[in-house]
Protein backbone atom coordinates (compact mmCIF):
# COMPACT_ATOMS: atom_id res chain seq x y z
CA UNK A 1 0.00 0.00 0.00
CA UNK A 2 2.85 2.39 0.51
CA UNK A 3 3.26 3.23 -3.23
CA UNK A 4 0.15 4.53 -3.81
CA UNK A 5 -0.60 6.11 -0.27
CA UNK A 6 3.41 7.99 -1.31
CA UNK A 7 1.78 8.92 -4.61
CA UNK A 8 -1.79 9.84 -3.66
CA UNK A 9 -3.86 7.07 -5.12
CA UNK A 10 -4.78 6.49 -1.94
CA UNK A 11 -6.25 8.47 1.08
CA UNK A 12 -4.45 7.80 4.43
CA UNK A 13 -6.84 6.35 6.62
CA UNK A 14 -7.05 6.79 10.67
CA UNK A 15 -5.99 3.24 11.17
CA UNK A 16 -2.85 3.89 8.79
CA UNK A 17 -2.42 7.50 10.25
CA UNK A 18 -2.14 5.79 13.58
CA UNK A 19 0.23 2.88 12.58
CA UNK A 20 2.40 5.51 11.01
CA UNK A 21 2.41 8.02 13.57
CA UNK A 22 3.72 4.50 16.29
CA UNK A 23 6.06 2.41 13.52
CA UNK A 24 9.13 4.44 12.98
CA UNK A 25 10.02 1.37 10.26
CA UNK A 26 7.26 2.11 8.07
CA UNK A 27 7.14 6.16 8.76
CA UNK A 28 10.84 5.64 7.52
CA UNK A 29 9.57 3.57 4.47
CA UNK A 30 7.20 5.83 3.82
CA UNK A 31 9.27 8.45 3.58
CA UNK A 32 12.29 6.86 1.39
CA UNK A 33 9.03 5.94 -1.28
CA UNK A 34 7.78 9.66 -1.20
CA UNK A 35 11.74 10.59 -2.08
CA UNK A 36 12.22 8.06 -4.76
CA UNK A 37 8.47 9.21 -6.27
CA UNK A 38 10.08 12.35 -6.20
CA UNK A 39 13.45 11.11 -8.17
CA UNK A 40 11.03 9.90 -10.73
CA UNK A 41 9.11 13.17 -11.24
CA UNK A 42 12.14 14.74 -11.93
CA UNK A 43 13.39 12.26 -14.76
CA UNK A 44 13.13 13.24 -18.16
CA UNK A 45 13.93 10.43 -21.04
CA UNK A 46 16.22 11.82 -23.57
CA UNK A 47 14.69 12.71 -26.76
CA UNK A 48 15.39 10.91 -29.35
CA UNK A 49 17.79 11.61 -31.93
CA UNK A 50 15.85 13.50 -35.48
CA UNK A 51 17.38 10.76 -37.25
CA UNK A 52 15.58 8.00 -35.38
CA UNK A 53 12.18 7.79 -37.45
CA UNK A 54 14.14 8.13 -40.94
CA UNK A 55 17.01 5.01 -39.17
CA UNK A 56 13.87 2.70 -37.91
CA UNK A 57 11.88 3.43 -41.50
CA UNK A 58 15.38 2.70 -43.60
CA UNK A 59 15.73 -0.40 -41.55
CA UNK A 60 12.37 -1.89 -41.73
CA UNK A 61 12.31 -1.15 -45.47
CA UNK A 62 15.59 -3.19 -45.89
CA UNK A 63 13.71 -6.07 -43.96
CA UNK A 64 10.89 -6.09 -45.69
CA UNK A 65 12.92 -6.56 -48.91
CA UNK A 66 14.94 -9.48 -47.80
CA UNK A 67 13.82 -12.59 -49.75
CA UNK A 68 11.83 -14.70 -47.03
CA UNK A 69 12.99 -18.35 -46.65
CA UNK A 70 9.57 -20.02 -46.32
CA UNK A 71 8.09 -22.08 -43.78
CA UNK A 72 10.81 -24.55 -43.93
CA UNK A 73 13.17 -22.19 -42.55
CA UNK A 74 11.47 -21.71 -39.36
CA UNK A 75 10.71 -25.75 -39.19
CA UNK A 76 14.22 -26.44 -40.02
CA UNK A 77 16.64 -26.63 -36.85
CA UNK A 78 13.94 -27.36 -34.43
CA UNK A 79 13.20 -30.69 -36.58
CA UNK A 80 16.81 -31.22 -37.01
CA UNK A 81 17.33 -31.02 -33.46
CA UNK A 82 14.85 -33.47 -32.26
CA UNK A 83 15.79 -35.66 -35.18
CA UNK A 84 19.06 -35.85 -33.93
CA UNK A 85 17.96 -36.28 -30.33
CA UNK A 86 15.64 -39.05 -31.03
CA UNK A 87 18.36 -40.97 -33.85
CA UNK A 88 20.82 -40.65 -30.72
CA UNK A 89 17.94 -42.46 -27.97
CA UNK A 90 17.71 -45.07 -30.09
CA UNK A 91 21.39 -45.68 -30.66
CA UNK A 92 21.86 -45.84 -26.64
CA UNK A 93 19.10 -48.35 -26.48
CA UNK A 94 20.16 -50.93 -29.19
CA UNK A 95 23.65 -50.26 -27.91
CA UNK A 96 22.57 -51.63 -24.48
CA UNK A 97 19.97 -53.85 -25.11
CA UNK A 98 20.24 -57.54 -25.31
CA UNK A 99 20.23 -58.24 -28.54
CA UNK A 100 22.81 -56.24 -29.48
CA UNK A 101 25.98 -57.42 -30.60
CA UNK A 102 28.47 -55.70 -28.12
CA UNK A 103 26.01 -57.33 -25.29
CA UNK A 104 27.55 -59.44 -23.04
CA UNK A 105 26.53 -60.58 -19.76
CA UNK A 106 27.80 -63.00 -16.75
CA UNK A 107 24.79 -65.46 -17.40
CA UNK A 108 24.80 -65.52 -21.03
CA UNK A 109 27.16 -64.95 -24.15
CA UNK A 110 24.68 -64.35 -26.86
CA UNK A 111 25.28 -65.10 -30.50
CA UNK A 112 27.13 -62.39 -32.69
CA UNK A 113 24.27 -61.50 -34.83
CA UNK A 114 21.73 -61.63 -31.70
CA UNK A 115 19.83 -64.46 -32.84
CA UNK A 116 20.61 -67.79 -30.68
CA UNK A 117 22.32 -70.25 -31.91
CA UNK A 118 20.84 -73.05 -34.12
CA UNK A 119 19.35 -75.78 -32.15
CA UNK A 120 21.61 -79.25 -32.27
CA UNK A 121 24.81 -76.72 -32.71
CA UNK A 122 27.56 -77.14 -30.13
CA UNK A 123 27.04 -73.49 -29.46
CA UNK A 124 23.28 -74.05 -28.88
CA UNK A 125 24.38 -76.89 -26.43
CA UNK A 126 27.12 -74.64 -24.91
CA UNK A 127 24.37 -71.77 -24.24
CA UNK A 128 21.48 -74.52 -22.72
CA UNK A 129 24.46 -75.66 -20.23
CA UNK A 130 25.32 -72.65 -19.43
CA UNK A 131 21.86 -71.17 -19.09
CA UNK A 132 20.73 -74.43 -17.33
CA UNK A 133 23.92 -75.07 -15.18
CA UNK A 134 21.82 -75.38 -11.54
CA UNK A 135 19.58 -77.84 -12.78
CA UNK A 136 21.95 -80.02 -14.74
CA UNK A 137 23.98 -80.03 -11.27
CA UNK A 138 20.84 -81.25 -9.55
CA UNK A 139 20.45 -84.52 -11.73
CA UNK A 140 23.44 -86.10 -10.03
CA UNK A 141 21.49 -85.85 -6.85
CA UNK A 142 18.39 -87.45 -8.56
CA UNK A 143 20.58 -89.98 -9.60
CA UNK A 144 21.68 -90.56 -6.29
CA UNK A 145 18.32 -90.76 -4.90
CA UNK A 146 16.84 -93.15 -7.76
CA UNK A 147 20.07 -95.56 -7.21
CA UNK A 148 19.75 -95.43 -3.08
CA UNK A 149 15.92 -96.08 -3.89
CA UNK A 150 16.49 -99.34 -5.86
CA UNK A 151 19.04 -101.15 -3.20
CA UNK A 152 15.99 -100.51 -0.76
CA UNK A 153 13.34 -101.57 -2.99
CA UNK A 154 15.82 -104.65 -4.10
CA UNK A 155 18.07 -105.65 -1.04
Not at 10 to 25: Q, R, S, W
Not at 27 to 44: I, P, S, Y
Request: glycine share 10%; aromatic share 8%.
Amino acid sequence: MMPDLASGLMEVTPDIGGHLAGCGACTGKMEAVRQTMALLDEWRAPEPSPYFDIRLQARLHEEMAKPQAGWLAWFRRPVLAAALSVLMAIGVGLFFSKGSNFYHSGDSIHAGNGNAAEPGTAVSDLQALEKNHDLYSDFDLLDDLEVQHDVVANP
